[in-house]
T-cell receptor, first 110, second 115 residues
Framework: KNEVEQSPQNLTAQEGEFITINCSYSVGISALHWLQQHPGGGIVSLFMLSSGKKKHGRLIATINIQEKHSSLHITASHPRDSAVYICAVRYGGSQGNLIFGKGTKLSVKP | KAGVTQTPRYLIKTRGQQVTLSCSPISGHRSVSWYQQTPGQGLQFLFEYFSETQRNKGNFPGRFSGRQFSNSRSEMNVSTLELGDSALYLC??????????????FGPGTRLTVL
């Protein structure tokens, strides 16, 4: 069964801390996405990765294809980073469906 | 450029009824994907339409259907509603969709409650 596991499920941090959210998947994929969902439901696509590392502002996403693992890092966290972060993978080549992790709920305290 | 819009934003229906949700993609985007989000199952892929053709389909019963019009606007329909269909339904648009590498832009969602 193709699964996506995220850890931790919940994360509370103090403002300024370095945060890491992990995502593991079970078989080979063609792409991995990181999404951010704020209270109220709106989703923003943060990154799409097939290899290596991407950086956007204080956000860094990495993927290790051999270990079937990706991490999302937030440097100098801020209360506005509080959201649910969701990992999604695309199996079965470029035509495969997206399979989503359950999400990591991040709360950053001032 | 206007974002992805979904109508209605909130909907209350009773079991057995049917419902139609609408999604207007970003201008120029040809792909529209639909997703269901529930507290228990999280986000699940429903289907993708590209240039009026269903290109990809998730593991949902036939009660869930959709279509896309020539202007790329898409509708999804759920017939014979069940309590378990209560969810946030999200659509996302992009230029190339799930076969490409470009970003998907999500709409605000339609929250459906089935009583």
């Amino acid at each position: 069964k193709n699964e996506v596991e995220q850890s931790p499920q919940n994360l509370t941090a103090q403002e300024g801390e370095f945060i890491t959210i992990n995502c593991s998947y079970s078989v080979g994929i063609s792409a991995l996405h990181w999404l951010q969902q704020h209270p109220g439901g709106g989703i923003v696509s943060l990154f799409m990765l097939s290899s290596g590392k991407k950086k956007h502002g204080r956000l860094i996403a990495t993927i290790n294809i051999q270990e079937k693992h990706s991490s999302l890092h937030i440097t100098a966290s801020h209360p506005r980073d509080s959201a649910v972060y969701i990992c999604a993978v695309r199996y079965g080549g470029s035509q495969g469906n997206l399979i989503f992790g359950k999400g990591t709920k991040l709360s950053v305290k001032p | 450029k206007a974002g992805v819009t979904q109508t209605p934003r909130y909907l209350i229906k009773t079991r057995g009824q049917q419902v139609t949700l609408s999604c207007s993609p970003i201008s120029g985007h040809r792909s529209v994907s639909w997703y269901q989000q529930t507290p228990g199952q999280g986000l699940q892929f429903l289907f993708e339409y590209f240039s009026e053709t269903q290109r990809n389909k998730g593991n949902f019963p036939g009660r869930f259907s959709g279509r896309q019009f020539s202007n790329s606007r898409s509708e999804m329909n759920v017939s014979t509603l069940e309590l378990g269909d209560s969810a946030l339904y999200l659509c996302a648009s992009s230029f190339t969709g799930t076969r490409g590498t470009d970003t998907q832009y999500f709409g605000p969602g339609t929250r459906l409650t089935v009583l």
